[in-house]
């Protein structure tokens, strides 16, 4: 490892002038074009990816054998390509269909006149995809993760096939399992797994049929680029645009008491992303992180100003981190989740030995041992009915399969039991998961095929299964089908589903709750009147607010302090009905703490109301 810039030798020949003219690098290696046609390559070559004839690791370069006339290249995970002179296209490394190293180029078959390649980005040998695109615009793909009914790309092609949805393509480039493509007009076009809200449009069905983004880039678009979950886009102006999944934070007005208005979050401008703690953090286009509220390590007690935040390096690389004091959840790129804070009941997932002493501090965070790279997590989101913060966590992986730790009294884990557990447990009966919610004691999960399971406390009928009766596994909940994202309260349960319609189950109102009366609890499904096409849904508390295709925020709740008004009593919304929110812009993301709401501006403004 080397912490500053290193020149990197043995790229040509010995006493050759430099004449790189192309480089390409995926996660574990790199390749280099060369003016006189060579390829070289060094890193990992397990799957025969350096294409020198061996599956040896390299940490110097390597000649690629057998190629003297490239012009660009290409590296996918486990796989690499280069365009000829002629148009056609060499590859390497691993092939998935047999699932075997090669080691040496191949042709590409029934491939010509290619003019650039994109190669998605995936951990898993069998879910690789290479796009060509062709001198005439059209693109053709190759390889796919199947013909099934959970398939997010075009069927499984063995030989190159062509993409008919797109023409007139001049650029593309694709993350894990999803792809971006410009046109000669400028339009963007994306399709694949919106997992992260990859697809540029909030959450959505996964789209196998390209579509075009809703957006007028009036400036022109410069250049774009994917990473697994999100892609980051320049305009014509050197504007940086970004989307995936966009998260928020608290209050940082300066004061410490409610507003029932949105307000402008002073001191903060250029937000990128924000993540819903118990106190807020936002992270600015230059990656540099702001933190406010409660009393985050290093900065005072309660601070109501934006501050910088730094006393944990790895968050300023952090995907999403999600806090529930007093323990903090942070996933890193590589798809680790590292954890630090208070663990009364287990809530970090960290074996003995990595557990810091003294108080809470980002500086002692440890890495949750979990049986691989995250693609969803959660922690519980606040206090269960006695008032007592719940201290639960999990995640889904990138193979489908959930883990969960923490408190377990209410069979939130969803082991079968009821026992703390210190460590990531398995839960079991579930597979092929995409997101994950960890309620006050209950905990959500949504496939990959729209479902959505639930279990642990169910007293209001937070799971949805028709009853009140606590759940230690996962069990289906009733009459959804077609779910995009999910939201969990402290005891309420929200799912969006892909044609815009919001449906909950779980709470009751105010008076029925002061007298126990569980009788008039929502045990399944029911949808929320009022609302047009919602495109995102968040919780604070049992508070729930909605963001639709237009950009305005609808809220609902029998508390007025989440709703963003301040109306007489005479005229409140009555308890639980939609109404909009006033006093915002256009807004493109929305978070919640548990006392409060936010709200991020297509400006980049971030404006806050609530506790």
């Known amino acids: ?138 693109v053709w793909y190759w390889g796919g993760m199947g013909t099934g009914p959970s398939s997010d790309w075009p069927a499984e092609a063995r030989e190159p096939r062509q993409f008919e949805a797109l023409s007139d393509i001049v650029y593309i480039s694709a993350g894990e399992l999803f792809a971006v493509a410009m046109d000669a007009s400028g339009d963007i076009w994306t399709w694949g797994d919106d997992l992260f809200g990859s697809l540029g449009r909030g959450p959505s069905p996964n789209r196998i049929a390209p579509e075009r983004l809703p957006y007028d880039f009036t400036e022109g678009v410069g250049s774009f680029a994917c990473n697994r979950f999100s892609t ?153 009915e006695d008032f007592e913060m719940t201290h639960h966590a999990v995640a889904a992986l990138a193979d489908g399969t959930v883990q969960a730790w923490g408190r377990n009294h209410r069979g939130q884990v969803g082991d079968g039991t009821t026992t703390d557990r210190r460590l990531p447990v398995t839960v079991n009966g579930l597979a092929d998961v995409v997101e994950v919610a960890a309620g006050g004691a209950h905990t959500l999960a949504r496939t990959r095929q729209g479902t959505v399971f639930a ?18 596994a996962p069990v289906p909940v009733a009459n959804i089908s077609g779910a995009v994202q999910l939201a969990a309260g402290d005891a309420t349960s929200v799912v969006l589903l892909a044609d815009g319609s919001v449906w909950e189950f779980g709470h009751v109102d105010w008076a029925a709750q002061a007298n126990y009366d569980y009788a008039k609890a929502i045990t399944v499904p029911r949808k929320v009147a009022g609302l047009p096409f919602i495109s995102s849904i968040f919780i604070a508390n049992d508070a729930v607010f909605a963001l639709d295709s237009l950009g305005r925020v609808w809220a609902w ?32 993301q929305l978070s919640a703490s548990p006392s409060c709401m936010y709200a991020l501006s297509d400006a980049g403004e971030v404006f806050a109301w609530g506790d």
């Open 1 to 138: 490892q080397s912490g500053l810039p290193v020149q990197v030798t043995g790229l040509w020949e010995s006493g050759s002038q430099p004449q790189a003219i192309w480089i390409a690098a995926a996660d574990d290696h790199v390749l280099v074009a060369n003016q006189d046609g060579s390829v070289y390559a060094w890193g990992k070559n397990d799957e025969g990816q350096l294409g020198n004839g061996t599956t040896i690791s390299s940490r110097t370069p390597v000649k690629v054998q057998g190629i003297t006339d490239a012009g660009m290249v290409f590296a996918g995970d486990y796989r690499s390509f280069a365009i000829r002179a002629d148009g056609t296209v060499l590859w390497w490394g691993n092939d998935q269909f047999t699932n075997t190293p090669v080691t040496v180029p191949q042709p590409v078959p029934n491939l010509t006149d290619v003019a650039f390649i994109a190669s998605t980005l995936s951990p898993y040998e069998d879910r690789h995809t290479a796009y060509f695109v062709r001198d005439d615009g059209t």
């Open 232 to 384: 980051v886009l320049t305009t014509g102006s050197g504007q940086i645009i970004t989307w995936g999944r966009n998260i928020a934070g608290e209050l940082g007005n300066g004061i410490s008491s409610t507003r029932a208005i949105p307000a402008r979050i002073e001191g903060l401008s250029q937000i990128d992303r924000m993540a819903p703690l118990w106190s807020g953090m936002a992270r600015r286009t230059d990656g540099t992180w702001m933190t406010w509220g409660g009393a985050w390590e290093g900065n005072s007690p309660e601070e109501t100003k934006p501050q910088p935040f730094t006393g944990f390096p790895a968050m300023e690389s952090a995907v999403a981190a999600h806090r529930n004091t007093p323990f903090t959840l942070a996933r890193k790129p590589d798809g680790t989740l590292w954890a630090w804070g208070w663990n009364r009941y287990g809530e970090l997932g960290l074996p003995v030995a990595q557990l810091g002493t003294g108080p809470p501090s980002p500086e002692l965070a440890g890495q949750v041992p979990l049986a691989g790279a995250v693609v969803s997590f959660s922690a519980s989101s606040g206090e269960d």
């Open 455 to 472: 279990w642990g406390r169910n007293s209001r009928g937070q799971l949805g299964d028709g009853t009140i009766v606590d759940r230690l």
């Open 557 to 588: 709740s029998d508390s007025p302090r989440y709703l963003g008004r301040a109306l007489p009593p005479a005229i409140q919304v009555p308890p639980f009905k939609a109404a909009l929110v006033v006093g915002l812009p256009r807004v493109t």
